[in-house]
């Protein structure tokens, strides 16, 4: 009988390269990714955003510290002229 490995919590290298080449090639269908004024990082956590993750669930699946998913946000939000996480998200959302 085969043994099954736990899982170390870290998402499977994988899907991070998954994230990271979905973050770095805009599909035109997805507004979020197909944006120019936000970096390839900001990308992969505002589309975390959209699934309606909090700050510290971001951190954990990016491997980030919770500070750094604040100021990737409030980068954001200065950029987008957004005043709280559901203007931003909205404001992504516009083509």
């Given at each position: 009988?085969?043994?099954?490995?736990r899982?170390?919590?870290r998402?499977?290298?994988?899907?991070e390269a998954?994230?990271?080449?979905?973050?770095?090639r805009?599909?035109?269908k997805d507004?979020?990714?197909?944006?120019?004024?936000i970096?390839?990082?900001?990308?992969?956590v505002?589309?975390?955003?959209?699934?309606?993750?909090?700050?510290?669930e971001?951190?954990?699946?990016?491997y980030?510290?919770e500070?750094?998913?604040?100021?990737?946000?409030?980068?954001?939000?200065?950029?987008l002229?957004a005043a709280?996480?559901t203007?931003?998200?909205?404001?992504?959302l516009e083509?």
């Amino acid at each position: 009988m085969r043994k099954l490995r736990r899982s170390s919590g870290r998402c499977p290298a994988s899907a991070e390269a998954f994230v990271h080449a979905a973050a770095e090639r805009p599909d035109e269908k997805d507004p979020i990714l197909s944006r120019e004024d936000i970096s390839p990082r900001e990308k992969e956590v505002a589309k975390l955003l959209e699934q309606g993750m909090t700050n510290l669930e971001i951190a954990a699946r990016l491997y980030l510290s919770e500070a750094t998913v604040k100021k990737h946000m409030k980068s954001m939000m200065t950029k987008l002229n957004a005043a709280n996480r559901t203007q931003l998200l909205k404001r992504l959302l516009e083509s």
